[in-house]
C-alpha cells in the first residue's frame, strides 16, 4: 500500500521496502533451499507442486516489488473508502516482454487459459523456470539499468544494489534442476495471495497463508469443499467468500463480507457483529465445530471462556474449520471495510500458494523458542492468561482462532469499530498475525483511529509484533519469529500487567468506540476491541503451536525447544531486537546454518557478512596456502570457479568445505587472477611471490616477450625488466609501473615501489590482500630484525590463544570476535600468514592498532567472563591460585608440548615441565605394566 | 548447623572423550538424552538445585572436554571443586585405564586441602549397551583401592541410576563441606597439611 501513496520514497517507506526485500531475498533462498533438499536426488522434473509453486510466488514477489505505479492499476479506495475496487492490476508483463523473445511472447499470448496480463506474467515466470531461463532473464535484467528504471522504484527489490545478486545466485541453485511447471492456466490469472503479500502489496492476504501451514491439504479441502464443512449457511457462505484472494488482493481489495446471511452487507456498522459472529463460529472443538453464533459482542464474552476449554485441542483441530476460520477472518475484515467480494471457491489455487508459504513459516514459527511444549495445550495457556485478564470475548475469539487466525481478525474488526483498522485476513496466519498486527497499526496511525496507541501498546506488552507495528513494517516472515518467541514469554510473565492495560485501553477505547461502534454496547465492544488486539498477539503465539502440531513431527518441536533454550543461552545480543533487518538475518542463520552457506550463497559483501555471523563460519579454519593455490589456480575463470563452488549443493559437508573457502575467495582475486592468464602463468607468478627474481638473460626468453611473445633484444625492439619476475618484457607489456614487491618486503624489508610488467602489476593488484605469504616458511628470521615484525608476531600469538577462549564462549561472543577481525579471518590463527597489504600496515603501524584493540577487547571479555576466566591456568610451579593465562604473553609461558602455562619467572630455569614430566612418566609406567593399544591417548 | 551456609557446590565431570560426561549432565539436569555425539568444547557448565539434607542448594556442574586438543584450555575452574565425578565408558577399556590419570591431574590441578579424602565419584557409564568390556568387580575394586570412591553404573541413554549417582555426589559434597568446616576450627592445620610438594617450587610469585 505505501507503494500507492506516491513517488518519492520517504525514510520509513524505504526501511518499510528494505524489510520487504530481505525477506524476498530470504524466502527465495529458504524456498530454493527446499526444493533442492526434496528434489537432490532425483532425476525426475520437479512440477508444480509446493516447492515449484513456493518459487513462482516468491519470484512472482520479487518482479512485483516496487512496480511503478504507473504499470499497475492504482487501488482508489483505500481503507475506509467503503467501496471496492477491482484489484490492482499489478503486471510486470511490459517489462519482461522486453527481455522475451517474439516467439515466446506470441506463444504467451496465445495460451488458451491465460487471459489477463497478470497471468501472462506468471505464465512467463513458470516458463522462464521451465526453459532454465530465469538467470539469464534475471541477468540481463539487472544489465539494463534504464528500463529498470523507468519500470521500477527506486525502492525496488530489483533497483536494490545487492538484493539481485542475492537473487542470481540463488537462482544458479535451481541450475541442475528441471522443471516442468504448468503455466496455461486460467488460476494463473490473479495473483496469489502469497506473492502479494511477499511483495509487501497486501498485507492482510498473509493470514490465508497462516492457516495453510497448518496443513496444506486443509486449504484445498476449504476451496472444495467449504460449504459441507461449516455448519451454519453463513459460515458456508463465508467460507467462499473468503477466498477474496482473486483479483488483485491488496488491503484496499479487502474482500468480503460475509457473516451476512443475506450476502454482502455495506453497512459498516453491522459488519462490527457480524465480524464477531463470525469468530464465535469459528469455535472449534477437536474438529467439531460450534458454530456458537451470531451473537452479540456482549455474548461473545459470555462465549469465550468456553471456547477456551474447546480450543485446548488444537491437535484434533479439523483443517477444514481452520480454513473455515480463515475464510470467515477474511470476510469479517472485508465487511469492516465495508467492500464485499463474493468469491468463488474455485479460487483454490491461491490457497495453496499460501499453503507452502505457510509451511515455510511453519518451519520458522517451529524452531521458534515460544512454547518448550510443542502441543497446543501448552500454547493454550499463555492465551488463557491473556484471556483471563482481559476477561472477556476478544479472549474468546483468540482462543478460538488459535486454531485459525480468523479469530484474530474479528478482534481486529471489533477493534476498529470504523472498519478501516480490522485486518482482514491477519488473523489467519501465525506469521500472517503479526503482520496483520503491524499493518493494523500502521492503519491505525494513519488513519488517526483512537485504538491504535492502545493497541501498540497491549502489543508490546505482549510481544514482538509492537516493535514492527510503529515503524508500519508488514512483518517480513523472518523477524516474526524472534518476536514471536519474545512474545510468549512475555505474555505469560505479563498477564498482571496485561490487564492493567486493558483497564486503560478499556477506557479510551470506550470514548472512541462510541462514536464508531453501532453496536448495541459500546463499552463492550471496545472493551472487546482492546482485548482483541492484545489477544492477537496470543493468538499468533498459539497458533505457532497449533501448526506445529499438525505440521511438525514431534522431534521437530524438540528442536523448537532446544532452540529456545539456545537462545536464552546465547544471549545473542543481535538476536534479541536490534533491528529488523539485523535481527531476521541473524535468525535466519541461526535458524539454518546449512542454508546460507548454500549454493545460492553470493561472493557479494552482504554474503560474506553473514557468513561472518554464522556459528559454522565462526569455528571454520583459514584456508591454507595450498587451497587458496588450488582455488586460484583450479578454474579458469572467475565465474567459473563461482559456480563450481557453488554447485556442489547436495551434500551439507562439500558445501561447508566450499563455503570455508569461499570465504576466501570473496576476493576479487580469484577471478581476476585467473582469467585473462593461463593457469601456468599465475603458477608461474605465484611461485615468484616470495623470492625475489633474478634476470636469467634474454636467451633464456629466446629473445621473445614474456607476455605477448614479441621479439625483443639487440636488432629486434626495446625491453624492460620486470623487478618481480626478472623477465623481460616488451614496451608494450611493461609500462613502467611500479609496484611494491612483496618478496623484497620479505627479505629486505624493502617497501620502494619498483618498476613491473603490466601483468605482474595486475597480478600484484590482485593478491595484495591475500593471505599468501607465510613468513614462517619464507623468513622466520624477520621476527628477530624486524620489531615491527615480533611486535605483530606477538600480537597475533595473543590473538590467537585468546580466540581460544573466545570461540569456546557464547556463540555471540565468538562471532563478534570474528568480526572485528573480519575479512582477516587467519589473523585469528595462522600467526604467520601476512597480505602484502598486511605488510604495508605492518610499517604504518595499523595493523599493530588494530590487532591491540581486538586483543584488548577479546582479554578484557575473558577476564570479565564467568565462564572464560575458569578456563585459566594454575602455575603448577608456584602453585599460586590466582589463574593466569596464555595470552598474557608478558607474564607467562606455554609448554609448547602440554600446553600448560607457567608464570615466565617460575620457569626462568629452563626447568622440564611439570606437566609433562608427569604424562612422560605415566606413559611409561603404562608400557610397562600394561598392554596400551595404539589408540590410547591420555587424558591430560 | 554450618556456621558458613555455602549455596553453591561446584562438581566436575572428568572422563575421557566419548564416555558420556555431557549426556550424564544432559540425563541429570534436563532429563534429556540425544544419540548424537558432539564433541564438548571446553568447558561448560549447569547448574542445578538439589535438595540435601533438607537444604537446597544449586550445583553447579562443569562438564569438561575429554578431548587433548581442547587442553589448550586451563582448568582453573578446578579449584575449589567439592565434588569431582570420574566417568569412563564400560565398554571401552581405555576410558578406564586412564582414570588414574584423571584423578591424579585433578588432585594436582585443584589441589584440595586433603587430597587422600577428596570425594571422587567413579561412574561406569554405557551401561545399557551389550558390549561391555570393563567388569564390575574391576571397576569396584579400583574404586575401593582410591579410599573407597562409590561406584555407580549408569546409563545416561536410559537414566539408570544417574539420579542417584548425583544424589550420592552431592551427599559426599555435602560431607567434604562438614570436613571443611571441621578443620576451620583449628586455624594451623592447613600449615601442618602443607606438604612437601609446596617447598619445592622456587616460585615466588
Redesign the interface.
Known amino acids: 500500500m505505501n507503494f500507492l501513496k506516491g513517488s518519492g520514497p520517504t525514510e520509513e517507506e524505504k526501511a518499510e521496502h528494505r524489510v520487504i526485500k530481505h525477506t524476498l531475498s530470504s524466502q527465495l533462498s529458504r524456498t530454493i533451499k527446499r526444493l533442492q533438499q526434496e528434489h537432490i536426488g532425483s532425476d525426475s522434473a520437479v512440477r508444480s507442486g509446493d516447492h515449484g509453486n513456493a518459487i513462482c510466488n516468491v519470484l512472482e514477489a520479487i518482479f512485483l516489488h516496487g512496480l511503478k505505479a504507473s504499470f499497475a492499476t492504482k487501488i482508489s479506495g483505500m481503507f475506509g473508502s467503503g467501496k471496492e475496487e477491482k484489484g490492482p492490476v499489478m503486471s510486470f508483463w511490459p517489462f519482461v516482454m522486453h527481455f522475451t523473445h517474439k516467439d515466446v511472447v506470441s506463444q504467451l499470448n496465445h495460451l488458451a487459459h491465460i487471459t489477463t496480463e497478470i497471468g501472462q506474467c506468471r505464465a512467463w515466470i513458470r516458463l522462464a523456470l521451465n526453459d532454465g531461463l530465469m538467470e539469464s532473464y534475471a541477468e540481463a535484467m539487472l544489465r539494463d539499468k534504464e528500463l529498470l528504471r523507468s519500470h521500477y522504484r527506486s525502492i525496488a527489490y530489483l533497483r536494490d544494489e545487492e538484493h539481485p545478486t542475492i537473487m542470481k545466485n540463488h537462482l544458479q541453485g535451481l541450475e541442475g534442476f528441471q522443471f516442468q511447471l504448468s503455466y496455461n492456466s486460467s488460476v494463473l490469472n490473479d495473483w496469489g495471495v502469497s506473492s502479494l503479500t511477499l511483495a509487501g502489496l497486501w498485507s492482510p492476504l498473509q493470514a490465508p497463508e497462516a492457516v495453510t501451514p497448518s496443513s496444506p491439504d486443509v486449504a484445498m479441502e476449504a476451496t472444495e469443499g467449504d460449504d459441507p464443512i461449516l455448519p451454519s449457511q453463513q459460515a458456508a457462505r463465508e467460507v467462499k467468500q473468503v477466498r477474496s484472494g482473486r483479483k488483485g488482493q491488496r488491503s484496499s481489495r479487502k474482500t468480503v463480507d460475509i457473516l451476512d446471511p443475506e450476502g454482502d452487507t455495506d453497512s459498516v456498522g453491522s459488519s462490527v457483529t457480524m465480524e464477531t459472529e463470525a469468530s464465535t463460529e469459528q469455535i472449534l472443538d477437536g474438529g467439531n465445530r460450534t458454530t456458537s453464533v451470531e451473537s452479540t459482542a456482549g455474548e461473545q464474552k459470555e462465549d469465550t471462556s468456553q471456547v477456551f476449554l474447546r480450543k485446548e485441542k488444537p491437535s484434533s483441530y479439523d483443517f477444514k474449520s481452520a480454513v473455515k476460520d480463515i475464510a470467515e477472518g477474511e470476510m469479517s475484515s472485508g465487511s469492516s471495510q465495508g467492500i464485499r467480494e463474493i468469491q468463488e471457491v474455485s479460487e483454490s489455487p491461491h490457497f495453496k500458494d499460501s499453503v507452502e508459504d505457510l509451511k515455510v513459516m511453519g518451519h520458522q514459527t517451529s524452531q521458534f523458542p515460544v512454547d518448550p511444549t510443542p502441543g497446543s495445550n501448552s500454547v493454550v495457556t499463555p492465551s488463557n492468561s491473556v484471556a483471563t485478564s482481559s476477561n472477556t470475548v476478544a479472549t474468546q475469539n483468540n482462543s478460538v482462532a488459535t486454531p485459525s487466525n480468523s479469530v484474530a481478525t474479528p478482534s481486529n474488526l471489533v477493534v476498529a469499530p470504523s472498519n478501516s483498522v480490522a485486518t482482514p485476513s491477519g488473523a489467519v496466519s501465525p506469521a500472517g498475525t503479526e503482520r496483520v498486527d503491524g499493518l493494523t497499526v500502521n492503519r491505525n496511525t494513519e488513519e488517526n483511529v483512537h485504538f491504535s496507541g492502545d493497541r501498540q501498546s497491549s502489543v508490546e506488552t505482549r510481544v514482538d509484533q509492537p516493535s514492527t507495528s510503529p515503524s508500519g513494517f508488514s512483518l517480513p516472515l523472518q523477524t516474526s519469529d524472534q518476536p514471536q518467541g519474545a512474545q510468549e514469554k512475555e505474555t505469560r510473565s505479563e498477564t498482571l500487567t496485561s490487564q492493567d492495560m486493558y483497564y486503560d485501553i478499556y477506557s479510551r477505547s470506550r470514548t472512541e468506540t462510541e462514536a464508531s461502534i453501532t453496536s448495541p454496547s459500546s463499552n463492550d465492544e471496545g472493551e472487546d476491541t482492546v482485548k482483541v488486539a492484545a489477544d492477537s498477539s496470543a493468538v499468533s503465539s498459539i497458533i505457532q503451536p497449533a501448526s506445529q502440531q499438525q505440521g511438525q513431527t514431534s522431534a521437530e518441536s524438540m528442536e523448537s525447544e532446544e532452540g529456545v533454550a539456545g537462545y536464552g543461552s546465547y544471549g545473542n545480543s543481535l538476536g534479541v531486537r536490534s533491528g529488523w533487518s539485523s535481527a531476521g538475518t541473524k535468525e535466519s542463520i541461526l535458524a539454518n546454518p546449512g542454508r546460507h552457506r548454500a549454493p545460492s550463497s553470493s561472493r557479494g559483501s552482504f554474503d560474506s557478512l553473514l557468513k561472518s555471523y554464522s556459528p559454522q563460519g565462526s569455528l571454520a579454519t583459514t584456508p591454507g596456502m595450498q587451497e587458496i593455490l588450488e582455488a586460484m589456480a583450479g578454474p579458469d575463470s572467475g565465474q567459473e570457479a563461482q559456480l563450481e563452488a557453488q554447485e556442489p549443493d547436495s551434500s551439507h559437508l562439500e558445501e561447508s568445505y566450499e563455503l570455508d573457502r569461499e570465504d576466501f575467495e570473496v576476493l576479487p582475486l580469484g577471478s581476476s587472477v585467473t582469467s585473462g592468464h593461463a593457469d601456468p602463468r599465475t603458477k608461474e607468478l605465484m611461485a615468484q611471490l616470495t623470492s625475489i627474481g633474478r634476470e636469467k638473460g634474454l636467451d633464456v626468453q629466446n629473445f621473445k616477450c614474456k607476455d605477448c611473445e614479441r621479439q625483443i633484444g639487440l636488432i629486434f625492439g626495446k625491453y624492460q625488466v620486470c623487478n618481480y619476475d626478472g623477465c623481460y618484457y616488451c614496451e608494450e607489456c611493461h609500462v613502467n609501473e611500479e609496484a611494491v614487491i612483496p618478496a623484497r618486503i620479505i627479505l629486505n624489508w624493502d617497501f620502494k615501489k619498483h618498476k613491473v610488467a603490466h601483468s605482474t602489476k595486475l597480478f600484484l593488484l590482485q593478491v595484495e590482500e591475500e593471505p599468501l605469504i607465510n613468513l614462517e616458511e619464507c623468513n622466520p628470521d624477520i621476527y628477530t630484525y624486524i620489531k615491527e615484525m615480533s611486535e605483530v608476531k606477538t600480537l597475533r600469538l595473543q590473538l590467537k ?1 585468546v580466540k ?2 573466545l ?3 557464547n556463540q555471540s561472543v565468538a562471532e563478534d570476535l570474528r568480526k572485528r577481525v573480519w575479512p582477516k579471518d587467519y589473523m585469528l590463527d595462522r600467526i604467520h600468514l601476512y597480505s602484502v597489504v598486511d605488510l604495508l600496515q605492518v610499517t604504518s603501524g595499523q595493523l599493530q592498532q588494530h590487532l591491540k584493540k581486538v586483543v584488548k577487547h577479546a582479554t578484557k571479555h575473558v577476564y570479565k567472563c564467568q ?1 572464560c ?13 590466582n ?4 595470552f598474557e604473553t608478558e607474564t607467562t609461558v606455554r609448554c609448547d608440548r ?2 600448560a ?1 607457567f ?1 615466565a ?2 620457569r626462568a ?1 629452563n626447568r622440564p615441565c611439570p606437566k609433562c614430566a ?1 604424562r612422560d612418566l ?1 606413559r611409561s609406567q ?1 608400557r610397562t605394566v ?1 598392554d ?2 595404539p ?6 | 548447623m554450618s556456621s558458613r551456609k555455602k549455596v553453591l557446590w561446584k562438581v566436575i565431570i ?3 572423550s566419548g564416555v558420556g560426561k555431557t549426556s550424564l549432565m544432559n540425563q541429570y539436569v534436563n532429563k534429556k538424552f540425544s544419540n548424537q555425539y558432539k564433541a564438548t ?5 549447569l547448574t542445578k538445585e538439589v535438595m540435601v539434607d533438607d537444604r537446597l542448594v544449586t550445583m553447579q556442574i562443569w562438564d569438561t572436554a ?1 578431548q ?1 586438543r ?10 575449589g571443586a567439592d565434588c569431582c565425578v570420574l566417568v569412563y565408558d564400560v565398554t571401552m577399556p ?1 576410558t578406564f ?2 582414570l ?3 584423578r ?2 585433578f588432585l ?2 585443584a ?1 584440595p586441602r586433603d587430597p587422600e579424602n577428596f570425594p571422587f565419584v567413579l561412574l561406569g557409564n554405557k551401561v545399557d549397551l551389550d558390549n561391555r568390556a570393563v567388569s564390575t568387580k574391576r571397576a569396584s575394586g579400583w574404586a575401593s583401592s582410591k579410599n573407597d570412591i562409590p561406584y555407580f553404573e549408569v546409563s545416561a541413554k536410559e537414566a539408570i541410576n544417574v539420579e542417584q549417582a548425583f544424589q550420592t555426589i552431592a551427599k559426599n559434597a555435602l560431607a567434604q563441606e562438614t570436613e571443611v568446616e571441621l578443620y576451620n576450627e583449628f586455624p594451623d592445620q592447613i600449615k601442618l597439611t602443607n606438604d612437601a610438594k ?1 617447598k619445592n ?5
Not at chain 1, 589408540?935 to 591430560?940: K, S
Open positions: 590463544y581460544a577462549y570461540f569456546t564462549c565462564l576466566s575458569q578456563k585459566g591456568f594454575l602455575c603448577e610451579v608456584c602453585n599460586s591460585p589463574p593466569i593465562y596464555p602440554c600446553k602455562v608464570h619467572k617460575c630455569d608427569r605415566r603404562f600394561e596400551t593399544s589408540d590410547f591417548t591420555f587424558p591430560v | 572428568l572422563g575421557d568444547i571446553g568447558a561448560d557448565f575429554g587433548e581442547f587442553q589448550s584450555l586451563g582448568v582453573a575452574f578446578y579449584r581405555n585405564k586412564s588414574d590419570s584423571w591424579d591431574e594436582i590441578q589441589s609446596q617450587d622456587g616460585c615466588a610469585c
